[in-house]
Nanobody, 126 residues
């Protein structure tokens, strides 16, 4: 069994920063890709960023490039999402996801991930 627990969400003013964390426990794997997705009310879940624990390959959604940075600490089975220059449009529930069998071309697809956290709310006020 795998468990992903997100933390670090909250309320921040536009232009501010937050750092999300996702801690994995259980049957973890060094071959995992760990990703962040988000879902705003009335919208579909969308890809934000992902990182492969083995090698550190990263991918970002165009709308967050240059503002968000994903990183990982393999020893702690933890992925981070540093979010800077936040905008009201970034308001959403942010979910951590992980899987060990994703090919590179599918890293941004939600259905490629088997394991999901419960989500953490990020609210950016204008």
């Amino acid at each position: 069994q795998v468990r992903l627990v997100e933390s670090g969400g909250g309320l921040v003013q536009a232009g501010g920063s937050l750092r999300l964390s996702c801690v994995a426990s259980g049957r973890t794997s060094t071959n995992w890709a760990m990703g962040w997705f988000r879902q705003a009310p009335g919208k579909e879940r969308e890809f934000v960023a992902t990182i492969k624990l083995n090698g550190g390959t990263t991918r970002y959604a165009d709308i967050v490039k240059g503002r968000f940075t994903i990183s990982r600490d393999n020893a702690k089975n933890t992925a981070y999402l540093q979010m800077n220059s936040l905008e009201p449009e970034d308001t959403a529930v942010y979910y951590c996801a992980a899987d060990s069998t994703i090919i590179t071309s599918r890293l941004s697809l939600p259905d490629a991930y088997d394991y999901w956290g419960q989500g953490t709310q990020v609210t950016v006020s204008s």
